[in-house]
């Protein structure tokens, strides 16, 4: 897995001219939460949510929905309001509700929720991980403060391919 990860953040500009944007944002996504460790019981649900990308919420769900991660189960769901986000692990915010921003983190103060966006500026303002375009190439930024405050911990071959806030 580290290899596909390597890989594709070095050549991000060559999946990104193969695969749509929403299934690569699909694929990454999926592997950050590998790469991300949650505190307490590792049973149960482990909710996805998705605000504003109508295609990476059918991607997910149609791939990833009802797969396993160990005892705990995936399940893929659409963020129609900000309160949906509370009971998600990881939430995904596409740039197209990014005003819902600042609600969104509120609604997930004080809980371990991985909150990821893909508007520039997002990263420094309090997003765990944003995705960004550099160079032609879509790169990801990652707020360390932020996993922290959430009791998250990012492993180090993520960090390794981050640009870290």
């Known amino acids: 897995m580290w290899l596909f990860l390597t890989a594709f953040f070095l050549n991000g500009n060559v999946f990104a001219q193969q695969k749509p944007l929403h299934e690569i944002y699909s694929m990454m996504v999926f592997n ?15 909710v996805i949510g998705v605000a504003g990308n109508n295609e990476m919420l059918e ?3 149609s791939w990833y929905n009802g797969s ?3 005892a705990r189960t995936y399940v893929i769901k659409k963020i129609q309001s900000p309160a949906d ?10 740039k197209s509700r990014s005003s819902e921003f600042a ?7 004080g809980k371990s929720t991985l909150l990821i966006t893909d508007k520039n500026g997002l990263g420094e303002r309090g997003s765990g991980i944003n995705f960004r375009i550099v160079d032609n190439k879509l790169k990801f ?3 360390q403060k932020v ?3 959430a009791s998250l911990r990012a ?9 870290l806030i």
């Open 103 to 109: 609600t969104i983190q509120d609604r997930v103060k």
């Open 141 to 143: 930024e990652l707020n």
């Open 68 to 70: 396993k991660m160990g």
């Open 155 to 163: 492993a180090s071959a993520l960090t390794s391919m981050a640009i």
């Open 59 to 61: 991607t997910m769900s």
């Open 85 to 94: 986000a509370e009971d998600c692990q990881v939430v995904f915010l596409d």
């Open 32 to 46: 950050f939460v590998k790469y991300i460790q949650w505190p307490g019981n590792a049973s149960g649900e482990f």
């Open 147 to 149: 996993l922290e405050g």
